[in-house]
């Protein structure tokens, strides 16, 4: 009961109870009274950790929603062909921002609350297949709407005037279990970003937490971004998130997460983030395709706590392969893509050189832990196989509170532009004169070393490094390092490479994982 419906109650109880008849009562002193009534707060993220603190200290209840009518047993292309009417868009006349509310079908069919945000108030809405036109070529029977009752909405799509001040583009889309992407200026849709990741790449098996409910906010006249609230829940965790979406030549997600664990939880990844690799020119061979690469991502890229800057080339693995970098409160790590040029991938309907990277910048201290690479065998490229995350070496305790702060970044560049070279390419094949070892290129940035070559120094985890030599390209702009690997015996091995100067490293250290077929 609100402040004021809670003093209207009193009054109207007090004006029932008095009675014409009674005698009067002597005459009170006149007091100077001054009533006041609390407006209720505006909704903002603290009602999100008390509904995630709540959500906790209960049994987990999974949510599903039967689908029926025209939602149920959909194709593909049946679910592309269900599409959200723009006349019913809440945000319908801002120029700014509008919004999509996305059906159910497919794969997705765990209902999702959404309600709208209005000057602080809360409006929740309600799902209505009213909202969404049917493709004809797909539905040529009709659809009857009586028969689709109250599913649920799937997620939710933000537009904003992205590439050009009059088409509102797409710029990010929340739906199914915590994934959410976006895109920024000039890129495609490519990886995905997650709330969390449970169990991933273990034994166990994963779990995935779900965004049971989202509260996004009407952004004001002339704002420049979208706050969105989010309720997470699963298993193991319940937790609140709140999301500062500012899209732009960089789209920013200004994040805050709340965690309350269910469990003792020690499998648990922070800020994930999901991609796909099949190959490239270090594992070109074992594909049969016309493509020179296939990728949305091509390295895992690291800044420590120390700030040292790391390269981790993704590979194509015939097993699965887990990497985890140990570190001291991370400056930032994040899935990249450095091939920009279309002869890079030489396909028309993909364009995977616009694939948009994505960077993760703690804004607290997130203490010991590591930054963790999951590579999972793949034989075509419509299946995400990357996942990076960090990993707290602390046991998140049941009935704790866990906060983390940090800015996720989607664009073609990492937003690190520290004055070190970076990698350009790497490249590998079997040597020509030794048939038990393997020859690596790696190109770097040639722009920032000087006239003085640099000293590489090459690390293998097992096995030894053969023959290696640099080589200047510059009217390719390159410094190449070539040499030669030798597993003797070794079926797995951690490779690294730095060039450094008189004062330190020159370059950003390239690490790879070679395992034998």
Not at 253 to 271: C, E, H, K, S, W
């Amino acid at each position: 009961m609100t402040a004021v419906s809670a003093l209207s109650s009193s009054l109207g109880a007090a004006l029932a109870q008095e009675s014409p008849e009674a005698p009067p009562e002597p005459a009170a002193e006149p007091v100077e009274t001054v009533e006041t009534v609390e407006e209720a707060a505006p909704f903002g993220f603290e009602n999100v950790v008390e509904m995630a603190r709540d959500l906790a200290a209960k049994p987990y209840e999974y949510r599903d929603a039967e689908l029926v009518g025209s939602f149920a047993n959909l194709t593909y292309d049946q679910y592309r062909g269900i599409r959200f009417r723009r006349d019913r868009d809440p945000w319908a006349g801002s120029r700014d921002f509008a919004l999509d509310l996305l059906p159910p079908g497919a794969i997705f069919h765990e209902p999702v609350d959404i309600s709208l945000v209005d000057e602080g108030v809360v409006i929740p809405v309600r799902f209505d297949p009213h909202m969404f036109d049917f493709d004809p070529a797909q539905f040529p029977d009709g659809v009857d709407y009586e028969t689709l009752g109250s599913m649920g909405w799937s997620g939710f799509r933000l537009r904003a005037p992205l590439n050009r001040p009059d088409v509102m583009d797409e710029i990010a889309v929340f739906q199914g279990a915590s994934y959410f992407r976006a895109v920024a200026r000039g890129t495609l849709y490519g990886l995905s970003a997650r709330g969390l990741a449970i169990g991933t790449g273990s034994a166990e098996g994963e779990e995935f937490p779900l965004f049971r409910g989202f509260w996004i906010h009407k952004p004001a006249s002339q704002d420049r971004s979208v706050l969105v609230h989010a309720l997470l829940d699963s298993r193991s965790v319940s937790g609140a998130f709140q999301f500062r979406i500012i899209p732009g030549a960089e789209t920013v997600f200004n994040t805050r997460v709340a965690l309350f664990p269910r469990q003792d939880m020690r499998n648990v990844g922070i800020a994930p983030l999901t991609s796909m690799y099949w190959f490239g020119p270090t594992d070109r061979s074992r594909v049969d395709d016309y493509r020179p690469a296939v990728h949305d991502s091509d390295g895992l890229q690291m800044l420590t706590g120390s700030e040292q800057r790391l390269w981790r080339v993704l590979s194509g693995h015939s097993t699965l392969q887990i990497s985890a970098f140990m570190d001291n409160d991370p400056l930032g790590f994040g899935l990249a893509q450095r091939a920009r040029d279309f002869e890079f991938y030489k396909d028309a309907e993909a364009r995977y050189e616009k694939r948009p990277s994505a960077w993760i910048a703690p804004q607290d201290d997130w203490g010991k832990g590591t930054v963790t690479l999951v590579e999972i065998p793949v034989e075509n490229e419509f299946n995400d196989n990357i996942v990076s995350f960090w990993q707290p070496a602390d046991t998140l305790r049941k009935g704790n509170r866990y906060d983390f702060d940090y800015i996720l970044t989607f664009a073609a560049e990492v937003p690190d532009r520290a004055p070190i070279s970076r990698v350009i390419e790497t490249m590998s094949g079997k040597a020509v004169n030794n048939a038990n070892a393997r020859t690596y290129i790696v190109d770097f940035d040639l722009d920032l070393f000087g006239s003085e070559d640099p000293v590489p120094q090459l690390r293998a985890s097992a096995g030894r490094i053969g023959h290696s030599y640099l080589l200047r390209l510059p009217e390719q702009g390159r410094m190449r390092l070539a040499f030669e690997y030798l597993p003797e015996g070794a079926r797995l091995a951690d490779l690294s490479a730095v060039l450094n100067g008189p004062n330190g490293p020159l370059s950003e250290t390239w690490i790879a994982r070679w395992t034998r077929e």
